[in-house]
């Protein structure tokens, strides 16, 4: 049997990296030896779901895989992000690492600039979870045992009710007509606090939610 690709996974911090790793685990693609996550210098957050630093490292501690991250600036001008991520690729580069994993679903747009920026830095995007119907994929996710929180919310497409909520049957019941049962067009981001992929849950509570910018941050926090 040929050796398994060592590679590193892109992680959110949500419940789409986290079923990605257990899908790999499951199916043996490859092994995966790292995480790759992004941070807003400015917040201390995981840019885009605004996670906070400390529950971020929780989950790596988790996870029991190194982490590399990335620091971005607030506002991040593309060509900044794509000069960091170089970096970080390069790094990996270097690690003998050849292969990233992303837990996209559908979206052609994302996937044709994740897929061109690995080409460039020599390196090859996977995507096991590609495809496949998110709302069968999404009750696949509950069953395996992921448990998570709504961390943000669109609110042009969600009501900002929803942030904070468990993702779970019920939160799936009550979504409105046209919103994606894994929120793969933005409609909601989530942060895993338990699961088959952690060795130990991570207990929490919700703090405040905040507005800004169209979207509602629910404060996710360590107990």
Same mark, same amino acid.
């Given at each position: 049997m040929p050796d398994r690709p060592k590679a590193f996974l892109s992680w959110s911090s949500g419940k789409d990296a986290a079923f990605t790793l257990y899908e790999m685990r499951r199916l043996g693609l490859a092994d995966v030896v790292g995480v790759l996550?992004?941070?807003? *210098? =400015?917040? %201390? $957050?995981?840019? &885009?779901? !605004?996670? +906070? @630093?400390e529950l971020l490292d929780r989950q790596v501690e988790a996870l029991e895989l190194p982490a590399v991250k990335v620091m971005l600036p607030n506002p991040c001008p593309?060509?900044?992000?794509?000069?960091?991520?170089? *970096? =970080?690729? %390069? $790094?990996?580069? &270097?690690? !003998?690492? +050849? @292969?990233v994993i992303y837990g996209d679903l559908f979206l052609e747009d994302i996937r044709a600039y994740r897929e061109k920026q690995m080409a460039a830095a020599g390196m090859q995007a996977l995507f096991p979870l590609w495809g496949r119907d998110t709302r069968d994929l999404a009750g696949a996710m509950i069953a395996s045992g992921l448990q998570a929180r709504v961390a943000c919310v669109d609110t042009r497409r969600l009501d900002r009710s929803f942030a904070g909520r468990s993702f779970d049957d019920g939160f799936l019941r009550d979504l409105p007509a046209g919103v994606d049962p894994c929120g793969e067009n933005g409609e909601f981001h989530t942060v895993v606090t338990a699961g088959p992929i952690f060795a130990a849950p991570i207990v929490t509570s919700i703090g405040e939610i905040e507005e800004r910018d169209g979207f509602a941050f629910a404060d996710i926090l360590l107990k």
């Open positions: 996550t992004t941070i807003n *210098e =400015a917040t %201390g $957050r995981v840019q &885009s779901h !605004g996670v +906070r @630093h593309n060509a900044v992000y794509e000069a960091r991520m170089e *970096e =970080a690729f %390069g $790094r990996l580069r &270097s690690e !003998g690492i +050849r @292969h």
